[in-house]
Each structure stands twice: as C-alpha cells, then as structure tokens.
C-alpha cells in the first residue's frame, strides 16, 4: 500500500507540474505546509524496519514463553463512574483470566477515588477473586506539587507500594487504562520481556510498551473504529523507533506501559497541578535518568475507540493541549524535549496541512493553485502521503486482528478507510486546534474522560 500510493502521488505531481509549473501565494504556503511532516515520516518509516526486523527475530524463538515468577502488578485508575464500569469489568476480568498463566504472583490494583458512584460496583468486582485488590485514593490527599487527576492517583499507588516494601526491580508495574484489556499475545509477550532482563546484566531494560489495539466489538461507531487505526499504525512506527531504540523521546501511553516498581519509585508522577500527560512526562524524565534502557515489544492491548464524535475531538484535544503544556516545561531539560517540540509544531501546523483548508484560503485569496515552488518536494509530498495512507492502513490490520469474531478487514472496510480519511484528518486537526487555543490562553488544566463502551 506504501509503495502504490507513493507511485500515484509522485505520478499525479509530475503530470500536475508540467502542466502548470506557475506558482503563487497559496503555492508557498502549500510548499511549507506539506514538507514540514517529512522528518516525522522518516522516523516512523525506520520504526517500521525497524518493527519488521523484531518481528521476524521472534519467529525464531520458543514457541512459548517461561514462566515469570516475579511480581507483576496491574495498575488499573478509574474514575469510578456508571458509564465507564462496564469497560472496566471486561478489563479486569481479561488481566484475571490470561495474566496468570505466565505470571502466578500476580495482583490487579483498581485506583479510585473516595466516593465514586460505582465503588459499590466494583467492590463487588474485587470480591470475585483476592487478586483484585482496591486502592481508594483519599479525597483529602494532596502531593507535595500539587498534581491532579490520573497522575495524583498514580502517584498515591507508587507511595503505597513503597511503604509496602515493593519498590524493587524484581516487581513490575503495568499500568493499564480502565477500558484496556489484555491477551494470551500480550501476557507472552510481557513474559519474554522480563525474562530477557535477567540474561540482559548491566544491559537490562527497565521500561517496555507494546501496541494498542481496537478490537471490533468494542466500538460502538464504525467510522470511528476506522478513525482510530491510526493509533496502533503509530505504535508500529514512531514509537518503536524512539521506545524501542531505548529513548521514549516522542512520549508514551498511558496503557500497556511496564516499568520497573523501583524506577517508578525513583521518578514518580508528581509533576505538577498542569500535567495532563502524565504519561509522556514519565517518558521525557525517564529518557533524562535512564538512557538507552527502555524498549518494544509485539504484544497487543485491547481498548475501545471513543463512542462519538464529539469524545473523539475532546480526547485528542486534551492530548494536544497536554503535550503544548509539556513541550513548554522548562523543568525538563531542553534536549529531552527536542522531538516533542519538533511534533508539536508539526500538530499546530496540522490544520493548515488539510486540503480543504488550503483550498479555502486559496479560493478566498483568489488563487486555488498549490503548485509547489519546487519540483524537488514533489516526492517528499508523495512520501508523506504515503506514509499517512499507511499508518492507518496498518493500523486497520491489526485492530482487525485483535478482533474476537472476524479477524479479518470486510470488503468495505479499507474502501472507507481511504475514502474518509480527508475527514479523519479534519477531526483530528480540529481536535489539535482547539488544544491549541487552550494552550495559548493558558487555562485551567482540565482532565477530560469520556464514556468508555463496552
């Protein structure tokens, strides 16, 4: 699919340029706008060699995992409420029923928050079975900086293991959203993972993530289950090549991320009363104290996309602005922050790169050609639209195959895919500009959480 869209494009470009190699206003614009993304595309095109050649190393190993009888324990923070319970049923019950089997020390810690309206609920949840055990967060507990929402709850659990004497490197953490499950493909990986660390010496790994995917039951809107395969199409490629070369510069997710409980305990999520990321914080601090020590790995997470359109927008604004927010902290060191910057920009620059905005101005400006002011783009403007058709193109396989019943794509599914993927954009540029306009009012940080399917 790369190579066929790169051909069209760099085809359609040459025919367009020598029929009309003029150029104006709206041509200088086009030419800035759509080779900016170049650098982004060649990092994540070497995530996907580089993803390929780990791929094809692990066919070579034992067909199963040896068992790990290190500590794992499963961080699941919830918000506690009656739309997202059911999510967080099915999470649970997936840690409760696959985990085991590579991890028989295992613990499920549900965070909440003092007085949720489903802590009924999910009491009910932990008596099923002693793994699960709840941590109730106390309304009155304060950090020492401040922090708030999810990191303040990640935080409360770090201090807990700590006095419970399990800050150590033979117990790992996995944090996982409340909506995100697992399966048999992530339990043998997690378990290749740590037992690589103990052959590994003075080499050893000390953080890992693996790939998000949507499984096709769990979405409610089928568009947006189709909008969402750019997520784990990312995973393949960007983040495979700054996570797993061992410098998880570009962030992480706040699921399916293992980490060692000491080095957890070390860095902390107290990041302040602004961190609505706390997740890519973790990353840019990591990076800063533990070089070169973090890593990839092919085991799947199974979440569920937004349920409409409008918690689409949000969840990708409070991201957009998050990361603003982040780029801009001085208390990280400004080289550790270098590539988060240089996607930032190309975020903000995001809604000027859609078609139908440039051709808005254009037709206002009385000029709708974007012929660019050198041919010499022509194939970096084919490689970047190569690489987006292919980010979500992967990702589409791979939601389909973490899919419980038709672990396939339907005819219509890669029709669709191509065809709506102009407003796919459009959502997520709208979603970055909003973040945007946040970040540059500099608001009151809010921690937006949506309603999580089934």
Avoid at 137 to 163: D, I, L, Q, S
Avoid at 263 to 280: K, N, P, R
Avoid at 323 to 337: E, H, N, T, V
């Amino acid at each position: 699919m790369f190579l066929i869209v790169f051909l069209i494009f760099s085809a359609f470009g040459w025919w367009a340029w020598a029929r009309d190699s003029g150029f104006g206003f709206l041509g200088w614009i086009a030419t800035v706008v759509w080779t900016v993304p170049i650098s982004g595309t060649l990092l994540g095109l070497s995530g996907g060699l580089l993803t390929t050649a780990r791929l094809r190393r692990d066919r070579r190993l034992p067909p199963t995992a040896a068992m790990v009888y290190d500590l794992l324990v499963v961080v699941v923070p919830t918000i506690g409420r009656h739309d997202t319970y059911p999510a967080l049923e099915r999470a649970v019950a997936s840690f409760c029923r696959y985990l085991p089997a590579y991890f028989p020390n295992l613990r499920v810690d549900v965070v909440i928050e003092e007085g949720c309206e489903a802590r009924e609920q999910i009491a009910r949840l932990a008596a099923v079975t002693a793994r699960i055990r709840i941590i109730t967060v106390p309304r009155g507990y304060r950090t020492p900086n401040g922090t708030r929402f999810k990191a303040r709850a990640n935080h409360y659990v770090n201090e807990v293991r700590c006095a419970e004497g399990e800050a150590r490197d033979d117990v790992w953490v996995l944090h996982m959203d409340d909506d995100t499950g697992v399966g048999p493909d992530t339990t043998e990986a997690v378990a290749r993972f740590i037992n690589a660390q103990w052959l590994a010496g003075e080499n050893a790994r000390h953080l890992a993530q693996g790939v998000l995917s949507y499984p096709r039951e769990h979405a409610v809107n089928p568009l947006l289950w189709l909008a969402d395969a750019v997520r784990p199409g990312c995973d393949i490629s960007m983040f495979a090549a700054t996570t797993g070369r061992g410098m998880p510069r570009a962030g992480l997710h706040g699921e399916l991320l293992l980490v060692r409980a000491s080095i957890e305990a070390e860095i902390g999520w107290d990041f302040g009363s602004q961190s609505i990321v706390e997740d890519a914080e973790f990353a840019l601090r990591f990076c800063d104290r533990y070089p070169r020590r973090s890593d990839w790995f092919p085991g799947r997470s199974y979440g569920a996309s937004p349920a409409s359109v409008a918690d689409f927008v949000r969840q990708r604004e409070r991201w957009a602005w998050g990361l603003f927010m982040l780029s801009a902290k001085r208390s990280i060191p400004l080289r550790r922050r270098l590539l988060l910057l240089h996607n930032v920009i190309i975020w903000a620059s995001g809604p000027m790169q859609h078609l139908g905005l440039i051709i808005l101005i254009g037709a206002l400006l009385g000029d709708t050609d974007t012929s660019p002011a050198s041919a010499v783009v022509l194939p970096i403007w084919a490689l970047n639209m190569a690489y987006s058709v292919w980010l979500y193109w992967e990702g589409m396989k791979i939601n389909a195959l973490a899919s419980a019943q038709i672990r396939r794509r339907l005819w219509w599914e890669p029709v669709c895919l191509v065809l709506l993927m102009p407003v796919f954009s459009l959502l997520e540029a709208v979603a970055v500009l909003r973040g945007l306009v946040r970040f540059l009012r500099n608001g009151e940080s809010t921690f937006t959480v949506i309603a999580k399917p089934m």
